[in-house]
């Protein structure tokens, strides 16, 4: 009986210990603070998982309370890469696993409020009550101030000038202060090893797979990493002596085979590591999908290939993202809820049958006004065969309803509200106002970058969206409605 008893007891005691790492992985990271300046306004985290492309999703939200704090939490066993966003302002930091942090948050008001004010230099102030000199943000900070103010000093000369000297003297300035040396256990020290190598491809590739690539690990969540990453493997395909340009054209425009693919253009001796060799060629392959030398719907297919093929799971969000920008015609846009001035739903896809030329605008904008009015005619003549909409970005929905009272009668067509969705405008690339794109019916993008009412809308209309007797008097048109 006891030998029975002891059998049993291990895995029951495994159960309790693998039940008690998981909770323990699982604990949220917390960050908590006061941003007085945005009262009842929403804070976004967004974190980014594919430093690749550079792409965040949005992890957690919540309302700043009428006393200006705010809570948020992600849970995660890695260090990170993210943001904090409030509209499209923003800050950028580390969140280390089981650490939680409280910040105040204060911002310029006046750039604040513009659409984009990154532009400006417009950015999310973040503080701590105390400064912890151990913290990884402290850290990376403070190698950063230090390394940017000497490559300003030495950069043309490394650079342009290729000059050995000015390298080594700035490589002997920072071995001072920091540990330059591959540690990939370590994530600060990483980030300075990386780093360091963006300096050094500047003066000298031969070295850099050896030193920087050719090991086990790829350090995916390091932004100095994959930055090194994209600067030496870019198009790297297409400007290796050692791959053909005959390869290329047989693996992907004559007939899409990744097998050959892969296996030949590991014979560079650059693309040794399977795995970088994956990784390089699905940065490689997402772009050149506007490159009129590839076959577009073959590097969709290979890419499709790759993502049910590969061996290496992490590489899935970049395979995923490269197919989201590659099929956008094929797709229905990301659109999200409008309002009215009555505080209605609306979509754009549920607007008719018609594609829908949308224009975005805020109500102190004067460019933006003119141009609205301008439209009229327009509308006139083509809102038949297309409906035109007005987006109005105001982040004051009392603004928005004062600008629908003032010009709301002046255009017969839809003014709505943004509703907050600050990530689908950052996502659409609406960083300047007024700014115009044009959708299908069922929420294709047609033309994302659509000509303005004073620039272009008329020629673009008439060729796109013609009367049916236009087109019968034409015989050579071609209706590109569809």
Same mark, same amino acid.
């Given at each position: 009986?006891?030998?029975?008893?002891?059998?049993?007891?291990?895995?029951?005691?495994?159960?309790?210990?693998?039940?008690?790492?998981?909770?323990?992985?699982?604990?949220?990271?917390?960050?908590?603070?006061?941003?007085?300046?945005?009262?009842?306004?929403?804070?976004?985290?967004?974190?980014?998982?594919?430093?690749?492309?550079?792409?965040?999703?949005?992890?957690?939200?919540?309302?700043?309370?009428?006393?200006?704090?705010?809570?948020?939490?992600?849970?995660?066993?890695?260090?990170?890469?993210?943001?904090?966003?409030?509209?499209?302002?923003?800050?950028?930091?580390?969140?280390?696993?089981?650490?939680?942090?409280?910040?105040?948050?204060?911002?310029?008001?006046?750039?604040?409020?513009?659409?984009?004010?990154?532009?400006?230099?417009?950015?999310?102030?973040?503080?701590?009550?105390?400064?912890?000199?151990?913290?990884?943000?402290?850290?990376?900070?403070?190698?950063?101030?230090?390394?940017?103010?000497?490559?300003?000093?030495?950069?043309?000369?490394?650079?342009?000038?290729?000059?050995?000297?000015?390298?080594?003297?700035?490589?002997?300035?920072?071995?001072?202060?920091?540990?330059?040396?591959?540690?990939?256990?370590?994530?600060?020290?990483?980030?300075?090893?990386?780093?360091?190598?963006?300096?050094?491809?500047?003066?000298?590739?031969?070295?850099?797979?050896?030193?920087?690539?050719?090991?086990?690990?790829?350090?995916?969540?390091?932004?100095?990493?994959?930055?090194?990453?994209?600067?030496?493997?870019?198009?790297?395909?297409?400007?290796?002596?050692?791959?053909?340009?005959?390869?290329?054209?047989?693996?992907?425009?004559?007939?899409?085979?990744?097998?050959?693919?892969?296996?030949?253009?590991?014979?560079?001796?650059?693309?040794?590591?399977?795995?970088?060799?994956?990784?390089?060629?699905?940065?490689?392959?997402?772009?050149?999908?506007?490159?009129?030398?590839?076959?577009?719907?073959?590097?969709?297919?290979?890419?499709?290939?790759?993502?049910?093929?590969?061996?290496?799971?992490?590489?899935?969000?970049? !395979?995923?993202?490269?197919?989201?920008?590659?099929?956008?015609?094929? &797709?229905?846009?990301?659109? +999200?809820? %409008?309002? $009215?001035? #009555?505080?209605?739903?609306?979509?754009?896809?549920?607007?008719?049958?018609?594609?829908?030329?949308?224009?975005?605008?805020?109500?102190?904008?004067?460019?933006?006004?003119?141009?609205?009015?301008?439209?009229?005619?327009?509308?006139?003549?083509?809102?038949?065969?297309?409906?035109?909409?007005?987006?109005?970005?105001?982040?004051?929905?009392?603004?928005?309803?004062?600008?629908?009272?003032?010009?709301?009668?002046?255009?017969?067509?839809?003014?709505?509200?943004?509703?907050?969705?600050?990530?689908?405008?950052?996502?659409?690339?609406?960083?300047?106002?007024?700014?115009?794109?044009?959708?299908?019916?069922?929420?294709?993008?047609?033309?994302?970058?659509?000509?303005?009412?004073?620039?272009?809308? !008329?020629?673009?209309?008439?060729?796109?969206?013609?009367?049916?007797? &236009?087109?019968?008097?034409? +015989?050579? %048109?071609? $209706?590109? #409605?569809?």
């Amino acid at each position: 009986m006891t030998i029975q008893s002891n059998t049993y007891k291990i895995p029951f005691l495994l159960v309790l210990i693998c039940i008690g790492i998981r909770v323990f992985a699982q604990q949220p990271v917390v960050i908590t603070g006061e941003a007085p300046f945005a009262r009842n306004e929403e804070i976004r985290l967004l974190v980014f998982d594919d430093l690749l492309n550079n792409i965040p999703t949005v992890a957690a939200h919540d309302k700043i309370d009428k006393n200006g704090r705010f809570k948020l939490s992600y849970s995660t066993t890695d260090i990170k890469l993210v943001q904090l966003a409030i509209r499209t302002t923003k800050a950028e930091f580390f969140i280390v696993p089981f650490h939680n942090y409280h910040f105040h948050i204060s911002a310029d008001t006046l750039l604040f409020n513009l659409i984009n004010p990154e532009t400006y230099g417009g950015f999310l102030q973040i503080t701590t009550d105390e400064v912890d000199t151990a913290d990884l943000n402290y850290k990376i900070n403070r190698f950063s101030r230090y390394f940017s103010g000497i490559t300003d000093r030495y950069a043309f000369r490394i650079t342009y000038d290729h000059d050995p000297k000015a390298f080594d003297t700035v490589s002997t300035m920072l071995s001072e202060r920091f540990p330059i040396r591959y540690n990939p256990e370590n994530f600060y020290e990483s980030y300075i090893y990386y780093t360091y190598g963006l300096l050094e491809i500047m003066l000298d590739r031969r070295t850099m797979y050896s030193k920087y690539f050719d090991h086990d690990k790829v350090l995916y969540n390091n932004p100095a990493y994959m930055a090194l990453f994209n600067q030496f493997y870019g198009n790297y395909l297409y400007n290796s002596p050692r791959i053909s340009k005959d390869l290329l054209a047989r693996t992907i425009n004559e007939q899409p085979d990744y097998l050959t693919l892969f296996n030949e253009v590991g014979r560079d001796p650059q693309l040794v590591n399977e795995r970088i060799r994956e990784l390089a060629i699905i940065r490689n392959l997402d772009q050149w999908m506007d490159n009129e030398e590839f076959d577009r719907g073959n590097i969709i297919k290979l890419l499709q290939y790759i993502q049910v093929s590969t061996h290496f799971p992490e590489h899935q969000p970049f !395979i995923t993202h490269a197919l989201e920008r590659a099929l956008p015609p094929a &797709q229905k846009a990301d659109i +999200p809820v %409008f309002e $009215n001035e #009555k505080g209605r739903h609306v979509r754009l896809n549920q607007l008719g049958d018609n594609p829908i030329y949308v224009q975005f605008l805020q109500s102190d904008c004067i460019d933006c006004i003119r141009e609205m009015v301008l439209l009229n005619e327009f509308y006139q003549n083509f809102q038949d065969r297309i409906q035109f909409v007005c987006i109005c970005a105001d982040s004051e929905r009392k603004t928005y309803e004062q600008f629908c009272k003032t010009y709301g009668g002046v255009v017969a067509w839809p003014i709505l509200h943004f509703n907050g969705n600050y990530d689908w405008m950052m996502r659409m690339g609406v960083e300047t106002l007024p700014d115009y794109m044009i959708l299908g019916a069922d929420g294709r993008i047609l033309n994302r970058y659509a000509p303005s009412p004073d620039n272009g809308l !008329i020629q673009y209309l008439n060729a796109h969206f013609p009367k049916e007797e &236009q087109e019968l008097e034409n +015989p050579l %048109f071609i $209706n590109r #409605k569809q």
